[in-house]
């Protein structure tokens, strides 16, 4: 009977939580009628606002008017808060695996996404990922990482033998 109710609450939350998850955040949002708005403000100066149509931050002058969301004082910053919120919604799936060795009869050589917007190499037994930095960086976004050189592994103690016979 749980499993029933479980399921029940997963078909019907699920579209909620799709759409949710896929809105720009609220700084983002676009307000409507942004240019009549400005009309009927004072002391207009230029600004920037994210545009969810085109999925890029456009110019416009603003003035001290009410309200505050989605308005920028530069490109960088509306960027910053905005598209790149976008890109990161829509990264590839691979983007949120991270490798985790195993054993293997093959070394192979996969690029992973490490969060920040870095792609690095990874050697050994990883099935996820991608088969070269450009994939990873195209989908995920972000430098090159290089993993350092593995640190040598201290000698393994001699057995001693016993002296008692």
């Not at 009927?40 to 920037?48: G, L, T, Y």
Request: net charge positive; aromatic share 10%.
């Amino acid at each position: 009977m749980r499993v029933l109710w479980l399921v029940i609450y997963a078909a019907v939350c699920a579209p909620c939580i799709a759409t949710r998850r896929h809105r720009p955040s609220k700084k983002c949002e676009e307000l409507n009628g942004i240019q009549e708005m400005v009309a009927k403000c004072k002391n207009p100066r230029e600004m920037w606002y994210f545009n969810t149509n085109s999925s890029k931050c456009e110019k416009f002058e603003n003035a001290d008017c009410p309200g505050r969301r989605n308005r920028f004082p530069s490109m960088e910053k509306c960027n910053e808060i905005c598209v790149k919120g976008e890109q990161e919604k829509k990264a590839h799936h691979l983007c949120y695996n991270k490798p985790r060795p195993g054993v293997c009869k093959a070394l192979f050589y996969r690029w992973y996404h490490m969060g920040g917007g870095k792609c690095q190499l990874f050697k050994g037994c990883y099935h996820g990922g991608f088969n070269t930095q450009k994939q990873c960086r195209n989908k995920c976004g972000g430098p090159a990482v290089w993993p350092s050189r593995p640190k040598p592994r201290p000698k393994p103690y001699p057995k001693l033998k016993s002296t008692a016979e």
